[in-house]
T-cell receptor, first 112, second 112 residues
Framework: GENVEQHPSTLSVQEGDSAVIKCTYS??????FPWYKQELGKGPQLIID?????GEKKDQRIAVTLNKTAKHFSLHITETQPEDSAVYFC???????????FGTGTKLQVIP | EPEVTQTPSHQVTQMGQEVILRCVPI?????FYWYRQILGQKVEFLVS????????KSEIFDDQFSVERPDGSNFTLKIRSTKLEDSAMYFC??????????FGPGTRLTVT
């Protein structure tokens, strides 16, 4: 079945450094890759997404890259700030518009 | 900014009891979803709903679960006879014709 792997499971960085989270997916038919940020006690919040016809997308300090051949995609956060501390989930959309399959999550801690 | 809302925020129930979790999706959205997240684990898809019918469901969504859109604004998840393993955060999500799914803040269900 569909599977999304994510690593690392935890990541600690100093404030101002960059953070990179990597994911792989199994179904080559997937065409949409969102990233969600989940703060304690809250629901997942969409922060950036990328579609399969694009290799890279950037929004201020956040960027996402996609390698369809290798079935890899990554989240890059530059100039990290304490408020970036949260759990980040990658996800992939299989077979069109229905369910989103989530990765296992990365707990990011930004140390002031 | 429009957002998905969910009630209650926390529901405690005894094993074997029925519970109904309620969601108000974003008003012009057409597709509705329920996901769950067991403590410390990833978010798992339960069911998707479009045009007043289920369009996809996971193996988790067995005969004990049902969904309904009783009016033009609410979307509900019913669990007929709760089990201990149903304890989790339940998230509602919705989207319009685009790819992006927007999540509510969740209902924490505790089955004792």
């Amino acid at each position: 079945g569909e599977n999304v792997e994510q690593h690392p499971s935890t990541l600690s960085v100093q404030e101002g450094d960059s953070a990179v989270i990597k994911c792989t997916y199994s179904d080559s038919a997937s065409n949409y890759f969102p990233w969600y940020k989940q703060e304690l006690g809250k629901g997942p919040q969409l922060i950036i997404d990328i579609r399969s016809n694009v290799g890279e997308k950037k929004d201020q300090r956040i960027a996402v890259t996609l390698n369809k051949t290798a079935k890899h995609f990554s989240l890059h956060i530059t100039e990290t700030q304490p408020e970036d501390s949260a759990v980040y989930f990658c996800a992939a959309n299989f077979r069109g518009y229905q369910k989103v399959t989530f990765g296992t999550g990365t707990k990011l801690q930004v140390i002031p | 900014e429009p957002e998905v809302t969910q009630t209650p925020s926390h529901q405690v129930t005894q094993m074997g009891q029925e519970v109904i979790l309620r969601c108000v999706p974003i008003s012009n959205h057409l597709y509705f979803y329920w996901y769950r997240q067991i403590l410390g684990q990833k978010v798992e898809f339960l069911v998707s709903f479009y045009n007043n019918e289920i369009s996809e469901k996971s193996e988790i969504f067995d005969d004990q679960f049902s969904v309904e859109r009783p009016d033009g604004s609410n979307f509900t998840l019913k669990i007929r006879s709760t089990k201990l393993e149903d304890s989790a955060m339940y998230f509602c999500a919705s989207r319009d014709r685009g790819f992006e799914q927007y999540f509510g803040p969740g209902t924490r269900l505790t089955v004792t």
